[in-house]
């Protein structure tokens, strides 16, 4: 037998209740057993999908140069996103008819541009003008088909039209409004008269080449009847566009007299 004080470093240990004891064994390490390997096999795209999915590819692509290579689509573009024509301003009161309301406006002014509709939708949302409120409108004219869609944007939220602009203070000034700008003055309801202001119409023209010009004429004056019809203006309007190729400037009376201007503000702040 060992002696009680000697310390056992060998393969035994002490029990606490006497008898000496071999250490429990570690379990023995089982290997994992083989995975079956599994042989994943991919389907091969049949030839003719992708040929398919090319072609596609092909017209989208072939079709987007042929729109965008026109000189049209490029100014378009241009006047969308990088320099639009005209400009514009946000006017929080003006003051049109003797004090008895002070409203909101849109001053716009420029000329009308391939993408100038589109550019006025976004502006006039981002005024948030509400109806009756006014579009100050000031333009030597430019594109009819987009002054058309002006007009119908201006009626559409029932604001009112003024043909002018405004100083720091936010008093309004004379200006003027010719050519296509007369369609997008006509959308308004009411239609302020500013003293001093001018309007001015004249014979509209399609320059595209290879068209007949004398349908085109047709075809364009018939637009702008039933345009000036519906926004509540004497067909006696197209007859004075009719008469000239050079811009014909209306008197007041004569405008009134039409219902392009419906109504006039005789002792407007206008400045002489």
């Known amino acids: 037998m060992l002696p009680d004080n000697e310390d056992c470093q060998g393969p035994f240990q002490s029990s606490p209740t006497g008898p000496w004891v071999a250490p429990p064994r570690p379990p023995a390490r089982s290997s994992p057993a083989p995975q079956p390997t599994v042989v994943v096999r991919r389907r091969r795209r049949p ?28 100014v378009y573009w241009k006047e969308s996103y990088f320099s639009p024509t005209m400009t514009s301003s946000v006017v929080a009161k003006i003051d049109l008819d003797s004090g008895t309301r002070a409203r909101a406006a849109l001053a716009i002014h420029g000329t009308i541009g391939t993408a100038s509709a589109s550019w006025l939708r976004e502006r006039l949302d981002e ?63 009411p239609r302020y008269g500013v003293e001093g202001s001018a309007l001015g119409v004249h014979r509209f023209v399609n320059r595209a080449p290879g068209r007949d010009p004398v349908a085109d004429a047709q075809r364009t004056t018939g637009a702008i009847l039933n345009y000036m019809t519906k926004m509540g203006v004497s067909s006696s309007v197209i007859e004075a566009m009719s008469a000239t190729r050079d811009i014909r400037w209306l008197e007041p009376a004569e405008a009134l007299n039409m219902h392009l201007i419906t109504d006039p503000i005789r002792d407007a702040q206008a400045a002489r």
């Open 127 to 189: 005024a948030h003008l509400t109806a009756g409120d006014v579009v100050l409108v000031s333009s030597p004219g430019g594109n009819l088909e987009q002054a058309l869609i002006m007009g119908e944007i201006i009626r559409a939220r029932s604001l009112a039209t003024a043909v002018g602009t405004t100083d720091a203070s936010g008093k309004v000034t004379r200006s003027y409004c010719a050519s296509a700008c007369v369609l997008v003055y006509a959308g308004g309801s």
């Open 47 to 74: 030839v003719w999908s992708v040929v398919i999915f090319t072609l596609l590819v092909l017209g989208v692509g072939i079709r987007a140069y042929r729109d965008l290579s026109r000189p049209e689509a490029w």
